[in-house]
């Protein structure tokens, strides 16, 4: 019987050391999904932090010269340009729109300029019509020895009412 304890006695000690093994495989396996989980945790932290870099630094820019461009598009001059001051690709973009709109600004100001001129034209064409047709006027009355009869062209233009004044004298 003496063989039979040294047996089952190795045996609880051979229990005793698998199961210690087994405890601390355990262990290590809980320590290993634990250092997954962390590793997975702080990836998505860091992954979260680069979108919310990149909204802020490049799509919210974007966006917003996107809807200056499209206002800029449509005719609004009024607009201001975001982000020109930027020392990045957006800011040299948003250079590019600022000379776009500057660009557009100038020509707006001289198609003003020319239709105030080509009113300015016609309004003395106008006049000088009406002086025409007195002169004619006043010329066959005179012909008819009536010399009371005077232009009657009223003008803010200084030359035409040197030459209306001329005719009347």
């Keep these: 019987n003496t063989g039979l304890t040294k047996l089952e006695q190795a045996m609880a000690a051979n229990d005793v050391q698998v199961g ?13 999904l634990l250092i997954g989980i962390a590793g997975v945790v702080v990836l998505l932290v860091l992954l979260a ?22 206002r800029l598009a ?14 990045d690709e957006i800011g040299r973009m948003s ?31 106008q006049n000088m019509v009406e002086v025409v047709t007195e002169v004619g006027e006043v010329v066959r009355r005179a012909a008819d020895g009536d010399f009371s009869v005077r232009l009657t062209v009223v003008s803010n233009d200084p030359q035409m009412q040197q030459l209306v004044g001329g005719i009347n004298e």
């Design 95 to 125: 250079q590019a729109v600022q000379v776009f709109k500057d660009n557009a600004v100038q020509m707006r100001k001289l198609e003003e300029d020319e239709k105030r001129v080509t009113e300015e034209r016609m309004r003395r064409a």
């Design 49 to 70: 932090l680069a979108a919310t870099v990149i909204v802020r630094r490049v799509a919210r820019p974007v966006a917003g010269l996107t809807g200056a461009m499209q």
């Design 20 to 32: 210690d093994a087994l405890a601390a495989v355990a262990a290590s396996s809980q320590l290993n």
């Design 74 to 87: 449509s005719g609004d001059l009024s607009i201001a340009v975001p982000n020109s001051g930027r020392a």
